[in-house]
């Protein structure tokens, strides 16, 4: 068996290498049939094929046929840095002979370079604030490291290296050698924040090394990250109507259209991508995911979108972005149609802001104020209810009803709302009328 993969790739290595050899050999003809110049790798460039042929296959096949190598963008034009670059890398083996500094991490002014708008976007959107918030929360950093953590001097920051990290991002650290720690490496975080201070992974959604944009329209592409009991989108997703098409017909859909130009015809519903970035109509594509929303469906209390800063939990103009959602749907569906979907999703938003978030909030108020709250929130009846309404059950009522998921929003939303509102409210009643906090055996704590 270890014979064979040799031999495998000894035959890549032959196969790329004439593949590199006849870069530049002929003009190559445009869809015209007009003769265009044919791309020409570098020297040092054609030696990283080679090597890392040998060393990470897996890594050459993904660029090998992929936009990239049909545009001679090579592993140089990524990974080179000055060589006084925070993340240059130093003192690898292999690369002795190289004439310029690479790093192993790619920040997104990389991408930058030709994609210029769809990243100022991404900086535009609440994806930029990923990581540096939960961060930056100190009420989250306890839940993670002592709470989580169990407050292990070896073993506390588990919970964050293989959870939270790998949606949101993090801050790297790198050793003496360029290469980033153990314990903020890998990470496939939206927000990770870089040496530089740059933000962003654009190979969250576009995964190295061929970055296809057909794989992020799918809705496996954000279906990583959105997902579980706090936010169940593609569950949702996969609750609506959209998602029933998706499922049974979605293979034969063209994926692959250029940027602009995916419209209806492509396919038949829509997934994450259409509704919240492509161009649609006379829509424009946007990587700014903030653009086309209403409310804030993740808070504690949904409120109309209203700020330019992405790094508010209101980023986006929210009037705006529901007209662009409406010309969205328009391309399908009549005006009635269209109109009736809001109305309703915003009175689900309504109910849950006035006879669930209200009430609760004004009831950990007084709590908090007669001293009849425990010290650790996750020891308290109350407190982990009062979570659990906006964090879990509130977030599926809200995001199922304006996405058009009637299990979460009914039966996963505002079914689990009341009864966690009733208990609450007791746990509260029993509070202020005693003076005391109820002695609660362990099982009565759980949602």
């Known amino acids: 068996m270890?014979?064979?993969?040799?031999?495998?790739?000894?035959?890549?290595?032959?196969?790329?290498?004439?593949?590199?050899?006849?870069?530049?050999?002929?003009?190559?003809?445009?869809a015209e049939g007009e003769d265009v110049p044919a791309v020409v790798l570098t020297g040092e460039a054609r030696g990283c094929v080679e090597c890392h042929t040998e060393e990470t296959v897996g890594i050459v096949m993904d660029w090998d046929g992929s936009r990239h190598e049909e545009e001679g963008v090579s592993c140089i034009d990524c990974h080179a840095v000055e060589a006084d670059s925070p993340m240059a890398l130093s003192g690898v083996e292999g690369h002795e002979d190289l004439s310029v500094t690479v790093s192993m991490l790619v920040a997104p002014a990389t991408c930058a370079e030709c994609h210029e708008d769809q990243?100022?976007?991404?900086?535009?959107?609440?994806?930029?604030?990923?990581?540096?918030?939960?961060?930056?929360?100190?009420?989250?950093?306890?839940?993670?490291?002592?709470?989580?953590?169990?407050?292990?001097?070896?073993?506390?920051?588990?919970?964050?290296?293989?959870?939270?990290?790998?949606?949101?991002?993090v801050t790297f650290e790198l050793d003496e050698t360029g290469h980033p720690t153990a314990e903020t490496y890998p990470s496939a975080g939206i927000g990770n924040v870089y040496p530089t201070g740059e933000i962003g992974n654009c190979t969250v959604c576009h995964s190295r090394h061929s970055f296809e944009i057909s794989e992020a329209r799918k809705i496996e592409a954000?279906?990583?990250?959105?997902?579980?009991?706090?936010?169940?989108?593609?569950?949702?997703?996969e609750n609506t109507k959209h998602g029933q098409i998706y499922a049974t017909e979605g293979e034969e859909w063209v994926w692959d259209s250029p940027s602009g130009e995916w419209e209806p015809g492509d396919y038949r519903a829509p997934t994450c991508a259409t509704c919240h970035m492509s161009g649609i109509g006379d829509l424009e594509t946007t990587h700014n995911v903030s653009q086309r929303l209403y409310w804030n469906l993740w808070a504690p209390e949904s409120k109309l979108r209203n700020s330019d800063d992405p790094m508010s939990a209101l980023t986006?103009?929210?009037?705006?972005?529901?007209?662009?959602?409406?010309?969205?749907?328009?391309?399908?569906?009549?005006?009635?149609?269209?109109?009736?979907?809001?109305?309703?999703?915003?009175?689900?938003?309504?109910?849950?802001?006035?006879?669930?978030?209200?009430?609760?909030?004004?009831?950990?108020?007084?709590?908090?104020?007669?001293?009849?709250?425990?010290?650790?929130?996750?020891?308290?009846?109350?407190?982990?209810?009062?979570y659990h309404i906006w964090h879990h059950d509130g977030r599926r009522a809200r995001q199922g009803a304006m996405m058009g998921a009637p299990d979460w929003s009914h039966w996963h939303g505002f079914f689990m709302l009341q009864q966690k509102l009733n208990l609450a409210t007791a746990i509260y009643e029993q509070r202020m009328e005693t003076g005391e906090i109820e002695t609660a055996a362990p099982w009565s704590l759980s949602p």
């Open 2 to 30: 270890k014979n064979l993969k040799w031999f495998v790739v000894a035959v890549l290595v032959i196969m790329l290498g004439a593949a590199l050899t006849s870069c530049g050999a002929a003009p190559a003809e445009n």
């Open 119 to 169: 990243v100022a976007e991404f900086h535009a959107s609440g994806h930029e604030r990923a990581a540096v918030q939960y961060e930056g929360k100190d009420a989250m950093q306890a839940l993670i490291n002592v709470h989580e953590g169990r407050n292990n001097p070896e073993l506390s920051g588990a919970p964050d290296e293989t959870g939270c990290q790998q949606c949101h991002g």
């Open 222 to 237: 954000c279906g990583g990250c959105h997902i579980g009991p706090d936010h169940p989108d593609i569950e949702i997703y």
């Open 316 to 386: 986006g103009d929210g009037e705006a972005g529901r007209e662009e959602m409406k010309q969205v749907c328009g391309e399908c569906h009549t005006t009635t149609h269209t109109e009736n979907y809001f109305a309703s999703g915003d009175k689900a938003v309504q109910l849950y802001n006035i006879e669930y978030w209200a009430p609760v909030e004004a009831m950990r108020v007084e709590l908090a104020e007669a001293g009849l709250l425990k010290d650790n929130p996750w020891e308290d009846g109350f407190m982990t209810l009062h």
